[in-house]
């Protein structure tokens, strides 16, 4: 018995330690959690006089949603990044901690899209998170954008959803951009899922994974229907974690950046622990509403030309926008001017794998060629 109580004692003593270093890590968290922008510094930590850092939930044609806005001098060009999913915007800091942002050669404008992101809310209706709206949407962004810091024009760049969105928007109205970036080109999601489909089978195979054979047996090949097992949303879920074990996205994601993330000031303390953080495809509606939108879209049939130079950067081992389909569409385009970048070894997050090639492209292509 006195073994036992001893043994309850340190117990205790364990569960209480345990549980003041909890209350003292998020203690911590809480301290770094304005919600205020983290600023651009010079040497001696004064606030760069032209520099701007913020974020708003803006009102964009009826609809509040996030915006963030960071760059080192107002005087550079301004670059609208339109985030993928549907419905799953990346957090700013990310763009940081990875070292991809591009805020010493722009002022880039990160935006979530309505029914995603850190300005969703319940009085969002359903019906009205269309690409018809969310293309609306950034074009009357691109605009304030382009008013505010007094431009002709702006960049744009999309990833994977957002290369169509973006894609939508230029060819409404060319007139508001130099350019047209997209990484992780969504050309054709019907055809490109089959080829993703065919990918994860043979991998499966190859490897006598009988666990994902019988998942993809099971949602079968696309298109995926909806079905008393399995919705369109789940089949997509299963199938993108069976790519994403044999062509994962390389993102070093180690105890420190979890602690800068977790410590930098941009978010509020209850932002830092939403959903958003942990699963933003399965917690926002736009990317269950959305899905059979994103299915039917085909850059090929509906955007057989923009009128503004193109850049389009994908990995070679791309399997959630197969690289086979965007370059046959990037051949197919016709545009001013158009450049292929291919990122040996990439997956679908070639920024974040090679951050110095996209920060390259960028300084030697893009802005050099405007």
Request: net charge negative; aromatic share 10%.
């Amino acid at each position: 018995m006195k073994i036992l109580k001893k043994i309850g004692k340190w117990f205790l003593i364990l569960l209480g330690a345990f549980v003041a270093f909890i209350l003292v890590v998020l203690l911590i968290i809480r301290i770094n959690s304005s919600g205020n922008e983290e600023p651009f510094l010079d040497e001696k930590g004064n606030v760069l006089p032209n520099s701007v850092a913020m974020h708003e939930d803006m009102l964009i044609n009826g609809v509040n949603q996030r915006v963030t806005i960071r760059g080192k001098d107002k005087n550079n060009p301004v670059l609208l990044i339109v985030h993928g999913g549907p419905g799953a915007p990346i957090l700013p800091v990310i763009y940081k901690l990875t070292g991809v942002d591009l805020e010493d050669l722009f002022t880039v404008c990160y935006w979530d899209q309505r029914g995603s992101g850190l300005a969703y809310n319940d009085s969002i209706p359903d019906s009205s998170i269309t690409l018809t709206n969310i293309v609306d949407d950034g074009l009357e962004l691109s605009n304030h954008l382009k008013k505010t810091f007094k431009k002709d024009k702006i960049y744009i760049e999309g990833l994977s959803w957002g290369t169509a969105v973006a894609a939508y928007m230029v060819q409404k109205k060319p007139e508001l951009y130099h350019a047209y970036i997209g990484s992780g080109l969504m050309a054709n999601l019907s055809f490109s899922e089959e080829l993703s489909y065919e990918f994860a089978m043979s991998e499966s195979q190859k490897y006598n994974d009988t666990i994902s054979i019988n998942q993809l047996k099971q949602i079968g090949k696309p298109p995926y229907v909806k079905n008393s097992k399995n919705s369109v949303t789940e089949a997509f879920e299963t199938e993108r974690k069976i790519v994403m074990k044999y062509a994962p996205i390389k993102l070093d994601t180690d105890f420190n950046f979890i602690k800068s993330m977790f410590l930098d000031n941009g978010l509020t303390f209850k932002e830092k622990f939403t959903d958003m953080i942990n699963s933003p495809e399965s917690y926002y509606p736009a990317s269950k509403i959305l899905e059979s939108t994103a299915i039917d879209m085909n850059l090929m049939r509906d955007i057989p030309e923009l009128k503004v130079p193109v850049y389009i950067l994908q990995g070679d081992n791309d399997h959630f926008t197969e690289t086979s389909v965007a370059k046959a569409y990037f051949d197919s385009i016709i545009a001013p001017s158009k450049k292929w970048f291919l990122f040996e070894n990439g997956t679908h997050g070639v920024q974040v794998e090679y951050p110095e090639k996209y920060r390259s492209i960028y300084i030697n292509e893009v802005l050099k060629n405007q």
